[in-house]
Structure formats: C-alpha cells, structure tokens
C-alpha cells in the first residue's frame, strides 16, 4: 500500500509544491492540518510548508509568493 500511495503522490505533485495545514491545535481533530504541517516542516525536502493555524488569510502573502504549481 505505500508503494502505491508514494506513486500517486509522485504523479500529482510536481513542480513546485506547497503543502497547506490548516488548523486550530486545540479543537482536535480540527488541528490535523496544522499538525501535519508541523511535522512535515524541515523534514520534506522541496516542499514548501506553510502551517496556516486557524486563519489561512493571514498567510496569503506568503503562499502566493512561493509561485507553487501544485498546492
């Protein structure tokens, strides 16, 4: 099952990537996004990761310029 999961991934995203968590931590399962974000920081190479919280407007500055061809 990983296999198969890492090359679908491996087909849709290309170019330059941006993996959106968006999230409140203390509403539980509502932080999921964020959680990931967090975790995926640092760690996934040409990624750009952008932990959002609970307000993704905020950040839109920042998203847009990272030029991403796949979010």
Same mark, same amino acid.
């Given at each position: 099952? +990983?296999?198969l999961?890492? !090359?679908?991934? %491996?087909?849709?995203? %290309?170019? /330059?990537v941006? =993996?959106?968590?968006?999230?409140?931590l203390?509403?539980?399962? +509502?932080?999921?996004?964020?959680? &990931? !974000? %967090? $975790? &995926?920081?640092?760690r =996934?190479?040409?990624?750009?990761?952008? +932990? &959002?919280?609970?307000?993704?407007? /905020?950040? &839109?500055?920042? =998203?847009? %310029? !990272? $030029?991403?061809?796949?979010?």
């Amino acid at each position: 099952m +990983d296999n198969l999961l890492a !090359a679908k991934l %491996k087909s849709i995203l %290309k170019g /330059n990537v941006s =993996v959106l968590g968006i999230g409140n931590l203390l509403k539980q399962d +509502d932080g999921f996004g964020s959680l &990931l !974000a %967090k $975790r &995926l920081s640092g760690r =996934v190479k040409n990624f750009n990761v952008f +932990d &959002l919280e609970d307000g993704p407007e /905020n950040m &839109l500055t920042k =998203v847009l %310029k !990272a $030029r991403s061809d796949t979010i």
